[in-house]
Nanobody, 115 residues
């Protein structure tokens, strides 16, 4: 059974930075695409960033150039470095693992950006 545990959310002023981390259990971590999704109040969950098993990254247009996703296969972790945060980035951020059989989700971590 895969478990994903996020950490690193919090309150920050506009222009500030936060780093989110996600720790994954299970032995297949290195084989799977990992993603960070976010859901703002009253909005649908959307993709922020994704990283393939080979380390290739893709970002939503809204975060491209400000967010950087990385993975450490030795530690079964992924991170999301968020710089230049804007109030529009306020959301619950979820870690996602895509396996052959299903998607797994973390419990989410709140990011709040004040103006």
């Amino acid at each position: 059974q895969v478990q994903l545990v996020e950490s690193g959310g919090g309150l920050v002023q506009a222009g500030g930075s936060l780093r989110l981390s996600c720790a994954a259990s299970g032995s297949t971590f290195r084989l799977n695409t990992m993603g960070w999704y976010r859901q703002a109040p009253g909005k649908e969950r959307e993709l922020a960033a994704v990283i393939s098993s080979g380390g290739d990254t893709t970002y939503a247009d809204s975060v491209n150039g400000r967010f950087t996703m990385s993975r450490d296969n030795g530690k079964n972790t992924v991170s999301l470095q968020m710089n230049g945060l804007e109030p529009e980035d306020t959301a619950v951020y979820y870690c996602n693992m895509k396996t052959f059989w299903r998607d797994y989700w973390g419990q989410g971590t709140q990011v709040t950006v004040s103006s």
